[in-house]
């Protein structure tokens, strides 16, 4: 199985490798596809997204792996999630993620809600997020995220369980900042299987369900 990463970092923002590098090295592990999503606010949306959608499709003229053109809206005020959403779809992102209420990070208490209500495709890491939220996510079609990265990772097994009562859909990224975050198709099993799902929901959250998501881009 290959695998399909939706949430990575290069270093147009805190990640160490610039964009081409980081697509190379999830091809040379297997990757079927692979987004950009490094984080914006206000200060640097307007240079960042426009950049990675520019890299994106000229390395999707050059490599089998197919590139995303992404950005991840991170620690920007509740109140502004829903026009950040709409201004990185007009600049280029074709997807876009929103950085969740992790227990690591200060974040906003509302940002999971403020962004259940914007524009975004996926809810990055949302913490102790209510089972209210994971079907507001559900109907909104807004995937829930198991994340592989230190710390994020605390709440996996709850996001999981939200996600699995509400019928929500999940997926399994990496927010990798560095090469040696990508992970094998077998790693992410694991770390899915460690969330506390059977076999079959894990390869349906590596699998089937980021799949759905790119037909929807």
Avoid at 56 to 82: C, F, K, Q, S
């Amino acid at each position: 199985m290959k695998r399909i990463d939706l949430h990575t970092h290069s270093l147009l923002s805190d990640g160490e490798l610039v964009p081409s590098e980081l697509a190379r090295r999830a091809e040379k592990l297997g990757h079927a596809a692979i987004a950009i999503t490094d984080h914006v606010d206000l200060s640097n949306i307007e240079s960042v997204v426009p950049q990675i959608a520019k890299v994106a499709a000229e390395l999707n003229r050059h490599m089998d792996i197919r590139v995303i053109a992404g950005a991840e809206l991170t620690h920007v005020p509740v109140r502004t999630m829903a026009k950040m959403a709409k201004l990185a779809r007009k600049l280029g992102a074709e997807l876009v993620v929103a950085h969740g209420e992790t227990l690591v990070e200060p974040v906003h208490v509302g940002t999971n809600d403020a962004s259940l209500a914007a524009d975004i495709d996926i809810l990055a890491h949302p913490g102790l997020m209510t089972l209210e939220q994971a079907e507001h996510a559900r109907e909104a079609g807004i995937y829930l995220e198991l994340s592989a990265r230190k710390g994020h990772c605390l709440t996996n097994g709850w996001v999981a369980r939200m996600a699995i009562e509400a019928k929500a859909g999940l997926l399994l990224n990496t927010d990798a900042h560095s090469p040696n975050e990508l992970l094998t198709f077998e790693a992410a099993i694991d770390v899915a299987r460690g969330a506390g799902v059977d076999k079959k929901v894990a390869e349906k959250v590596l699998v089937e369900n980021p799949r759905e998501l790119l037909k929807r881009l």
